[in-house]
């Protein structure tokens, strides 16, 4: 085994092991925390494949601003893992989910093995402007891919605007300390509990 | 190069899998949250992948504006869970079904 092969099996046993206990785990921090072990894997696996500004983007947006915002949203809502979460889904429907999921990822494969490939030729990582670096990216984010991009900026801006509408409290006009969180909690008309 | 395409699209799959399962049989909807920007992220992979084997790097510029795509949902949606905890004081996915047929 050359080297490359070694770091790609090491990074995905990694990449599937994190992402396997993320489902597994009971405790919403755990989950985050296995994720993001997942993430830095893959970004190994992304710069791998020659994508270096792509792969350390993946470790600063998701595992650093993303994965906090969950971590942030976790922390506000005071989840601890031992909520009441209902009974789990019958047997039945556990396996159905199971084998639908199974199916999926045998159609999946079968299409990987029917793709015939060009053998992929060799990374000159040398260059300032070489395969996957910063200068060659942003040369095709700002010149082919100038609209899509201005586009993103646009979607930013809405997606921040309407998180700030669906997150804040309906009486605006109220003091922020505990007492006016606790009165507008108790004003509040309580849904039932099943819809 | 030692390693094929096919089995960095592979590692995708399994991971495409995996974050399937999860938004199958999670209950608790941040973690349901966590399972689509895995999938996502195992998208990101084939992409990558892909650009490497055509050695163009269109793809690079397609997974970076994913990714953009991905923290403006993961901000709206958690601001939805916020919203959801607020007026009905639980997490599991079961319990919102109020649009279900």
Known sequence: ?195 | MSVPISAYLTLAAVLFGLGTVGVLITRNIIVLFMCIELMLNAANMALIAFSRALNVMDGHVMVFLVMTVAAAEAAVGLGMIITIHRNRETINIDRFDLMKW
């Open chain 1, 1 to 195: 085994m050359t080297i490359d092969a070694v770091i790609f099996v090491i990074s995905a046993v990694v990449a599937i092991f994190g992402a396997a206990m993320m489902i597994a785990q009971r405790n919403p921090v755990a989950s985050v925390l296995y994720l993001i072990l997942s993430l830095i894997a893959q970004a190994v696996i992304y710069v791998q494949l020659g994508a270096l500004f792509v792969g350390i983007m993946l470790v600063i947006v998701y595992a650093g601003a993303i994965m906090v915002l969950f971590l942030f949203v976790i922390m506000l809502l005071n989840l601890r893992g031992s909520e009441e979460l209902g009974k789990p889904s019958g047997r039945v429907s556990r396996f159905t989910k199971y084998v639908i999921t199974l199916l999926f990822f045998v159609e999946l494969i079968f299409v990987i093995r029917g793709v015939a490939l060009p053998p992929a030729p060799e990374l000159v990582t040398n260059q300032p402007d070489a395969f996957g670096s910063v200068k060659a990216v942003s040369m095709l984010l700002f010149t082919k891919y100038l609209y899509p991009f201005q586009l993103t900026g646009v979607l930013m801006l809405i997606a921040v605007v309407g998180a700030v509408v669906i997150a804040r409290r309906e009486h605006p006009g109220e003091l922020p300390d505990d007492t006016a969180a606790e009165s507008t909690l108790a004003e509040t008309p309580k849904e039932g509990t099943k819809a």
